[in-house]
């Protein structure tokens, strides 16, 4: 097989070249991959602003949130005003499966979309609470910190649906109904976080400074708003190319993110859409959620403050 092809209307180049080293897999494998996942990788991404992250051989990875110059003018795009950037930013719209297949030939690996929808009016679309284990602990300890969450959930009868990360980390996605104000989902998001520490903090924490995490597994409530999320049937860059999998409640026990890679995930889903399948409806969060959740700083503002005493106080010694 030649290694140019033109799929969709997409001149595809270099096809059988290293995907990325370690990756284990060629740019054509990435291509098969989007192409057969294509529409329900599609049903996550539509009307969503999309970074994605690129990566050449011998490189460094980089995310990409502004469309280059020589984007294609068939590429879904929006522009909108990006506050970290302090500028106008012109995303993807990751709306078919041509936009993936034109991404994949510029060797974009991992999607990334924003909680919240191109029309902004709408407010977020899920809350996500991303357990990521301290160094030392396995992908098992975020699956128990999962569990938490799934328990803190529950008692305010919630419920959400769980995926690998990709790495060594679960994503458990909420879905809130349409019109949640943006500032209640994020502090929903915290008091969940909180909820779940309290069942036990001996195992999990929310404590957002690296060095007060003792060894326990992070509840991270800070994606929140136009936060980024690594899409569900996403690939990432690391060795083998994991990919972002949804994993049944009853399976997360068992589930070994190993499992899930470019070359191995078609076949575990065959014709299957479990994300879509899997997510509850949309659910109106309980106002005492959402008031203790407006009563918890912020993380990272508060991280920011902390660290800055911290530094003091070690200027001061």
Same mark, same amino acid.
């Given at each position: 097989?030649?290694?140019?092809?033109?799929?969709?209307?997409?001149?595809?180049?270099?096809?059988?070249?290293?995907?990325?080293?370690?990756?284990?897999?060629?740019?054509?494998?990435?291509?098969?991959?989007?192409?057969?996942?294509?529409?329900?990788?599609?049903?996550?991404?539509?009307?969503?602003?999309?970074?994605?992250?690129?990566?050449?051989?011998?490189?460094?990875?980089?995310?990409?949130?502004?469309?280059?110059?020589?984007?294609?003018?068939?590429?879904?795009?929006?522009?909108?005003?990006?506050?970290?950037?302090?500028?106008?930013?012109?995303?993807?719209?990751?709306?078919?499966?041509?936009?993936?297949? $034109?991404?994949?030939?510029?060797? #974009?690996?991992?999607?990334?979309? +924003? %909680?919240?929808? &191109?029309?902004?009016?709408? /407010?977020?679309?899920?809350?996500?609470?991303?357990?990521?284990?301290?160094?030392?602990?396995?992908?098992?300890?975020?699956?128990?910190?999962?569990?938490?969450?799934?328990?803190?959930?529950?008692?305010?009868?919630?419920?959400?649906?769980?995926?690998?990360?990709?790495?060594?980390?679960?994503?458990?996605?909420?879905?809130?109904?349409?019109?949640?104000?943006?500032?209640?989902?994020?502090?929903?998001?915290?008091?969940?976080?909180?909820?779940?520490?309290?069942?036990?903090?001996?195992?999990?924490?929310?404590?957002?400074?690296?060095?007060d995490r003792e060894g326990k597994?992070?509840?991270?409530?800070?994606r929140s708003g136009?936060?980024?999320?690594?899409?569900?049937?996403?690939?990432?860059?690391?060795?083998?190319?994991?990919?972002?999998?949804?994993?049944? $409640?009853?399976?997360?026990?068992? #589930?070994?993110?190993?499992?899930? +890679? %470019?070359?191995? &995930?078609?076949?575990?889903? /065959?014709?299957?859409?479990?994300?879509?399948?899997?997510?509850?409806?949309?659910?109106?969060?309980?106002?005492?959620?959402?008031?203790?959740?407006?009563?918890?700083?912020?993380?990272?503002?508060?991280?920011?403050?902390?660290?800055?005493?911290?530094?003091?106080?070690?200027?001061?010694?």
């Amino acid at each position: 097989m030649g290694s140019e092809e033109v799929r969709a209307g997409v001149t595809l180049t270099n096809l059988d070249k290293p995907l990325f080293d370690g990756a284990s897999a060629t740019k054509r494998d990435l291509i098969d991959y989007l192409e057969f996942v294509g529409d329900r990788l599609v049903r996550q991404l539509r009307d969503r602003p999309l970074s994605v992250v690129r990566i050449r051989p011998g490189q460094e990875p980089f995310m990409q949130k502004n469309l280059p110059k020589y984007t294609p003018e068939w590429v879904p795009r929006v522009t909108l005003w990006a506050e970290s950037a302090r500028r106008e930013v012109t995303y993807a719209l990751g709306d078919d499966v041509r936009t993936l297949l $034109w991404f994949g030939n510029q060797r #974009a690996v991992e999607y990334h979309p +924003t %909680l919240l929808l &191109a029309d902004h009016s709408t /407010g977020p679309t899920h809350l996500v609470l991303d357990l990521d284990p301290s160094p030392g602990q396995t992908f098992r300890h975020a699956v128990l910190g999962a569990e938490l969450i799934r328990a803190a959930l529950a008692a305010d009868g919630l419920a959400g649906a769980v995926k690998t990360s990709g790495a060594k980390g679960v994503h458990v996605f909420v879905p809130v109904a349409a019109g949640t104000d943006s500032e209640d989902a994020a502090a929903a998001t915290r008091a969940i976080a909180a909820r779940a520490e309290r069942l036990d903090p001996d195992l999990a924490t929310t404590a957002f400074i690296r060095e007060d995490r003792e060894g326990k597994v992070f509840l991270d409530s800070t994606r929140s708003g136009g936060a980024t999320v690594v899409a569900a049937y996403s690939p990432r860059i690391r060795p083998g190319v994991p990919v972002s999998f949804p994993i049944g $409640w009853a399976d997360l026990a068992d #589930a070994n993110p190993t499992d899930f +890679t %470019l070359r191995t &995930a078609p076949e575990r889903l /065959g014709d299957r859409d479990p994300w879509t399948e899997d997510m509850p409806a949309p659910q109106t969060l309980p106002e005492d959620l959402v008031a203790e959740g407006h009563t918890i700083p912020i993380a990272r503002v508060q991280a920011m403050h902390e660290g800055k005493r911290r530094a003091r106080a070690r200027r001061a010694t």
